[in-house]
């Protein structure tokens, strides 16, 4: 992984910031790093929205937060508007949408999110968990986009901003010999070495490679409705993620992501609705 840089200074600081264009209305740049096949990636989204309501909201840190996928976002201009519906003495929820502007110069809603956000320094320590961090090998047994004597079908330009390296028993897929499972495990970071965040943690639930990769199936694999839930704080270090898929049909499949810190805590959780790739 690289050498750190200070969360604030990363390109992915950068490219999820806001600008306060009036009271809960905020103005952004979608960057096409962050695209997977011309779309920008849902990961990022979530980010960048997420950066836009703890800028709004009274509270910092995001504990759950719902986004529904309406068009597809592209790179460039975009604004997003805020609007809060609940503050309290510990938590605090709000509301925000996505907006671009199509070919003929109308606002287009690119997506849309309903947010709970408090301090997550201020939960409480207690932990009773069955959970456990998935047995994924040493990063230096595990295997990236560039370890293969071609991309990766399906990378794009997001690839280069993170710092992933894929179980190799969830890697059929790239070898042409898919395993049939709906899995996906990896260590995840960021490219340049930023340690990870809440924010940080918005985007690596939807980073991998779709679970529909080692079902067989090849292609984009749009996200419907994508819900995260932030448990703690993560520790410095690279990230673990597990996802899987136990039903796809009538053209949909179900992805529940489980993100573990280096301290091995269960530090983010979330489940999305996306539709199979159609070839």
Request: aromatic share 6%; proline share 9%.
């Amino acid at each position: 992984m690289a050498e750190g840089v200070t969360i604030g200074d990363s390109e992915f600081d950068r490219d999820t910031a806001v600008a306060l264009r009036e009271p809960g209305v905020y103005d952004a740049e979608l960057s096409a790093g962050w695209t997977i096949i011309r779309a920008v990636n849902g990961g990022y989204l979530l980010a960048l929205l997420g950066r836009a309501l703890g800028e709004a909201l009274p509270h910092p840190d995001p504990l759950a937060v719902s986004a529904h996928y309406l068009t597809a976002s592209q790179p460039g201009p975009a604004v997003i508007r805020t609007q809060t519906v609940r503050s309290g003495r510990t938590m605090s929820t709000g509301q925000a949408s996505l907006f671009q502007r199509d070919e003929d110069g109308g606002e287009v809603e690119r997506i849309r999110v309903l947010a709970t956000y408090g301090d997550l320094d201020r939960l409480p320590d207690d932990v009773r968990t069955s959970a456990k961090p998935p047995a994924i090998p040493p990063r230096e047994h595990c295997f990236g986009p560039s370890d293969g004597p071609a991309p990766i079908p399906g990378s794009s330009a997001i690839t280069d901003r993170l710092d992933i390296k894929l179980d190799p028993a969830t890697l059929g897929w790239a070898l042409g010999a898919p395993s049939g499972k709906g899995e996906m495990r990896a260590w995840f970071g960021l490219a340049d070495g930023r340690d990870p965040d809440p924010l940080s943690l918005l985007l690596a639930v939807d980073a991998l490679p779709p679970t529909a990769f080692e079902l067989g199936l090849e292609g984009w694999t749009p996200t419907v409705e994508l819900t995260a839930h932030i448990r703690c704080r993560p520790a410095p270090g690279p990230l673990r993620v597990s996802i899987t898929t136990r039903n796809l049909a009538g053209g949909f499949l179900e992805e529940d992501a489980d993100v573990w810190d280096s301290a091995d805590r269960l530090v983010a959780q979330s489940r999305q609705l996306a539709m199979a790739p159609r070839g």
